[in-house]
């Protein structure tokens, strides 16, 4: 037996960087909080404290910030893969990055019935995520990118059910055919790389619409959530995956996690009141928790698209 050194990363995680566009009287902001990990000949490091491959993780932070000036920060898809790929291309002992990034939207403050150029009130929405794992150098090199959402709060009064579900001696759930649906969606999606042209890195996505699929993606999985008339959670994320492939021929995977929060039915008996649907108790905890993968049968292999932070906790 001998001990070894195992899989390893570093970076410089939660970069909280706040991207402002001035350059007309109407400003942009773009409000992020950026995560990086290197992987490569990081050996000596661990195991002799030779320091002479690690690029530092304060540089990582660095460059992190001058790339929201020198290369943008407008869609964090692009962004990722330009910061990824950089590490990667640009510093000899890196193999291989991750960069992790969820993004706060703001919304214009609204003065005298007008959307205000400079005054922004925080949206209380969902947050926007992507994952960008880039591997190898030239033209070796392999890139994923996983575009996703956090933190939807969606609920519908009714068109949900439940009923049929297998029963033993500790089941006491009834039956229900018209119930609240509710839950905080997590959705992430594996973008296909595309390979026509040769094009590797971030050269590989040159042109492509990340806003309009985020909108897209997001919309239409509300859309099935409100229209679908729900026999269980289970079939209402499957077809909410199941219609962003039909929509959207960019995405090869949709992976799907949300808590069934539950809302049940308040006993007002006990003051000779009927509760007809009206009156709920939110329940926080425990919760169910369904989880989804939905997927083309010939999507690319996902290789490690799906890794986040590499397995680290
Ligand atoms: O949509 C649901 N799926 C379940 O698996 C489940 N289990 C449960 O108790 N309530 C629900 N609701």
Do not use: C
């Not at 990582?60 to 869609?75: D, M, N, P």
């Not at 000899?92 to 214009?108: K, L, M, N, T």
């Not at 959207?248 to 039915?265: D, M, Q, T, W, Y």
Request: proline share 4%.
């Amino acid at each position: 037996m001998s001990i070894v050194l195992g899989p390893h990363q570093y970076g410089k995680a939660e970069n909280r960087i706040v991207r402002v566009y001035r350059d007309s009287p109407r400003h942009e902001i773009h409000d992020v909080n950026v995560s990086t990990a290197l992987r490569g000949a990081f050996d000596p490091a661990h195991l002799v404290g030779d320091q002479g491959a690690v690029l530092p993780t304060d540089t990582q932070k660095q460059t992190a910030y001058s790339y929201a000036k020198e290369k943008g920060l407008t869609s964090i898809e692009k962004y990722g893969l330009e910061l990824g790929t950089h590490f990667v291309d640009d510093v000899e002992p890196v193999s291989g990055a991750r960069i992790e990034i969820e993004e706060y939207a703001w919304e214009r403050a609204v003065v005298d019935g007008a959307e205000h150029d400079f005054a922004f009130v925080r949206k209380g929405q969902e947050v926007r995520t992507a994952a960008i794992t880039v591997e190898g150098k030239g033209d070796e090199q392999k890139t994923w990118v996983v575009g996703g959402l956090k933190d939807l709060v969606i609920l519908k009064t009714t068109g949900s059910e439940f009923h049929g579900f297998l029963k033993d001696e500790y089941t006491v759930l009834q039956p229900t055919s018209d119930r609240i649906m509710a839950t905080s969606l997590v959705a992430k999606w594996r973008f296909i790389t595309p390979t026509e042209g040769g094009a590797t890195g971030a050269a590989a996505w040159e042109g492509f619409d990340w806003e309009g699929t985020y909108a897209g993606i997001k919309q239409t999985m509300i859309e099935v959530f409100a229209t679908l008339h729900s026999l269980a959670l289970q079939q209402t994320l499957y077809e909410m995956g199941k219609a962003v492939l039909e929509r959207f021929p960019a995405i090869g995977e949709v992976r799907l996690s949300a808590p069934n929060k539950h809302h049940f039915l308040y006993d007002l008996s006990p003051f000779g009141v009927a509760n007809d649907n009206e009156v709920f108790n939110a329940d926080d905890r425990p919760y169910g928790l369904i989880q989804a993968s939905v997927l083309r049968s010939d999507a690319p292999d996902a290789g490690p698209a799906w890794d986040i932070a590499g397995g680290f906790a």
